[in-house]
């Protein structure tokens, strides 16, 4: 599936610094995922609680990359599939913020043996948000 990518978004500094001081997690300016590195599916509960309790758009974009990456880690299907259940309408409602996030967890042009568990959820959301 050809999709064009859309702009590109990252993780501001002060938002992952506020994020970095709320859950002690470690960082260093080298940390380019730094999200993908440090989330932890035992907090997932945390992290839907933050996500909702934002209205800084850089916070829940660099909260959003953790959920998912959380989500991912998460071994059980069942427990996935709750958790992802939960995600969804976030990520929808807030598709201008999670725009790019959603593109790169979708895998679009990549080698689908190398994506992650949750690239095929992503892509039908994209589909559904896109009308593609």
């Known amino acids: ?5 859309p702009k ?30 440090i989330a932890e599916s035992r907090e997932i509960e945390n992290y839907f609680q933050h996500y909702d309790e ?22 059980n299907q069942n427990d996935f599939d709750e958790n992802w259940k939960r995600l969804k309408p976030r990520i929808i409602k807030d598709f201008t913020i999670h725009e790019y996030t959603i593109f790169y ?3 679009f042009g990549e080698n689908l ?13 994209w589909k559904v948000i896109k009308n593609e």
């Open 1 to 5: 599936m050809k999709v064009e990518e």
């Open 8 to 37: 590109f978004r990252c993780g501001t500094q002060k938002a992952i610094k506020e994020l970095v001081a709320k859950y002690d997690y470690p960082y260093a300016d080298w940390m380019q995922d730094w999200p993908y590195e």
């Open 54 to 75: 934002q209205i800084d758009e850089d916070k829940k974009f660099s909260l959003m990359e953790m959920l998912i990456q959380a989500l991912t880690d998460i071994e």
């Open 105 to 107: 967890w979708s895998c």
């Open 113 to 125: 043996s190398d994506c992650w568990e949750v690239f095929p959820y992503m892509r039908e959301l």
